[in-house]
């Protein structure tokens, strides 16, 4: 069957999907006295959106693919990998060691929170590769359902832009800058779309497809646990941030019910 008459309707849905986390982003233009209680509830927001995606969407499908064997083997190369990473990082340079003002607001880029909103968009931005790959594979050979997972990824990447601008925008003081991170963020997503039209559309398999998605939510899980939610207990009340992610996760939830 020739799909060749697809690609160009498929990379746009793909697109499209990906680039929804400029929504989100735009959130820092209604911010307008700022105030680091929001900060935390943004954070912890961010944490449950990523740890419900992790376990009750990308898990299952991977599970339900390549079985629980492989998935765990993916799921903990990706956390693996994400925590060598961050080990890589020098104490002096890593915010788990570094003791921050919660209330200031002055002229300086605060160092901790920016590198918390640029890890989490560099981690969305990898998330979002595998489902690039899933939209445009969908797509590819069933606009119909094509359009569907895109819709779905479309709704669940306007959170993941809030998480992106909201602490940059706090770091910086800049809401174009918070805007274009979280905008940019989404371009995993076309990304995945191009590389799968290069190179891997004769080899893309399910079983790579899922492995992917296992690897993405380790990655998520290890990013929510060790920085998202240290950070937003650091900067509000715990109970904000508890408040932030039950938000998240039924905000996830609610999108993948309705869909």
């Given at each position: 069957?020739d799909?060749?008459?697809?690609?160009?309707?498929?990379l746009?849905l793909?697109?499209?999907?990906?680039?929804?986390?400029?929504?989100?982003?735009?959130?820092?233009?209604f911010?307008?006295?700022?105030k680091?209680?929001y900060?935390?509830?943004?954070?912890?927001?961010?944490?449950?959106?990523?740890?419900?995606?992790?376990?009750?969407?990308?898990?299952?499908?991977?599970?339900?693919?390549?079985?629980?064997?492989?998935?765990?083997?993916a799921f903990f190369?990706?956390?693996?990998?994400?925590g060598?990473?961050?080990?890589?990082?020098?104490?002096?340079?890593?915010?788990?060691?570094?003791?921050v003002?919660s209330?200031?607001?002055g002229?300086?880029?605060?160092?901790?929170?920016?590198?918390?909103?640029l890890?989490?968009?560099?981690?969305?931005?990898i998330?979002?590769?595998?489902?690039?790959?899933?939209?445009?594979?969908?797509?590819?050979?069933?606009?119909?359902?094509?359009?569907?997972?895109?819709l779905a990824?479309?709704?669940?990447n306007i959170?993941e832009?809030?998480?992106?601008?909201?602490?940059?925008?706090?770091a910086t003081?800049?809401?174009?800058?918070?805007?274009?991170?979280?905008?940019?963020?989404?371009?995993?997503?076309?990304?995945?779309a191009?590389?799968?039209?290069l190179?891997?559309?004769?080899f893309?398999?399910?079983?790579v497809?899922?492995s992917?998605l296992?690897?993405a939510a380790?990655?998520?899980?290890?990013?929510s646990?060790?920085?998202?939610l240290?950070?937003?207990?650091?900067?509000?009340?715990?109970?904000?941030?508890i408040?932030?992610?039950?938000?998240g996760?039924?905000?996830?939830?609610i999108?993948?019910?309705?869909l």
């Amino acid at each position: 069957m020739d799909l060749s008459g697809n690609i160009s309707p498929a990379l746009l849905l793909t697109t499209l999907a990906g680039l929804s986390t400029g929504i989100g982003g735009a959130i820092a233009y209604f911010i307008k006295k700022p105030k680091m209680v929001y900060l935390s509830l943004s954070l912890g927001f961010s944490a449950g959106v990523m740890i419900y995606i992790s376990f009750m969407e990308l898990m299952p499908k991977a599970l339900a693919a390549i079985g629980e064997i492989w998935s765990i083997i993916a799921f903990f190369i990706g956390i693996i990998v994400i925590g060598l990473i961050d080990m890589s990082i020098p104490e002096v340079k890593n915010p788990h060691h570094l003791k921050v003002s919660s209330d200031s607001w002055g002229t300086q880029v605060d160092k901790p929170i920016m590198r918390v909103g640029l890890f989490t968009a560099l981690i969305i931005a990898i998330h979002n590769f595998p489902e690039g790959l899933a939209t445009f594979g969908a797509a590819l050979t069933n606009m119909k359902l094509g359009i569907v997972i895109a819709l779905a990824i479309a709704i669940h990447n306007i959170p993941e832009g809030i998480s992106v601008s909201v602490p940059i925008f706090y770091a910086t003081k800049d809401k174009n800058k918070a805007f274009i991170y979280a905008f940019l963020s989404g371009l995993g997503e076309p990304i995945g779309a191009v590389i799968g039209i290069l190179f891997l559309l004769p080899f893309l398999t399910t079983e790579v497809l899922s492995s992917l998605l296992a690897f993405a939510a380790g990655i998520m899980v290890y990013i929510s646990i060790d920085e998202l939610l240290p950070m937003a207990h650091r900067y509000g009340h715990s109970h904000t941030a508890i408040i932030g992610i039950v938000l998240g996760m039924i905000t996830m939830a609610i999108g993948l019910i309705l869909l």
